[in-house]
């Protein structure tokens, strides 16, 4: 029952995320050759043109769009719009491959408590914000009990499972 109370849908992880797409060929280009995904099997019994991609333990589900025309068209960069986001170990690798490809990014820069977290945001060929940072530089704090750190810790991210511990740890030093 506990445990159903900080999981009542006893989610486990982030298994897709799908895209219309206004050319499968290009998305599929994109995030194989840009962000690293590889194609893997896909249903036979879908009847419609799609793609299934998967790497860094997430599924990318490509969907053509029945009417590409009408696709809201690409917008200017906002790290303020809906995104995804990626973590990588070197900003600077990624802005060199950017700048190789030329494809237009722009950079942020997010401080906490003197943590840095490096920022690069850019579209995907259907205007989906990607953002790639090291996000993993700030460690994540929960705004809830300790109670409530049992679920947190059924998911498979060691790091931040470690990095909640550490901070449990220091507030139960402090009090």
């Known amino acids: 029952m506990e445990d159903q109370m ?9 298994n897709h995320i799908s895209l219309v797409c206004r050319s499968m060929e290009k998305s599929i280009d994109f995030y194989e050759n840009i962000l690293g995904f590889f194609p893997v099997k896909r249903p036979s019994s879908f009847n419609f043109n799609g793609a299934w991609l998967f790497n860094y333990g997430i599924g990318i589900h490509l969907l053509q769009s029945d009417d590409p025309e009408a696709m809201p068209k690409i917008g200017d960069i906002n790290p303020k719009d809906n995104h ?21 990014y722009m950079k942020g820069r997010v401080e906490e408590s003197g943590v840095y977290v490096d920022q690069i945001f850019f579209h995907d060929p259907d205007g989906v914000m990607i953002e790639i940072c090291n996000c993993d530089n700030i460690p994540v704090v929960p705004l809830f009990s300790e109670d409530n750190v049992s679920s947190l810790c059924n998911c498979n991210v060691q790091n931040q499972q470690q ?10 030093k402090i009090q």
């Open 6 to 14: 900080g999981n009542p849908l006893q989610l486990k992880s982030l």
């Open 84 to 104: 995804i986001s990626f973590q990588s170990e070197s900003i600077v690798a990624v802005e060199n491959r950017l700048k190789q490809l030329k494809i237009e």
């Open 163 to 172: 990095q909640i511990q550490q901070v449990i740890s220091m507030e139960q």
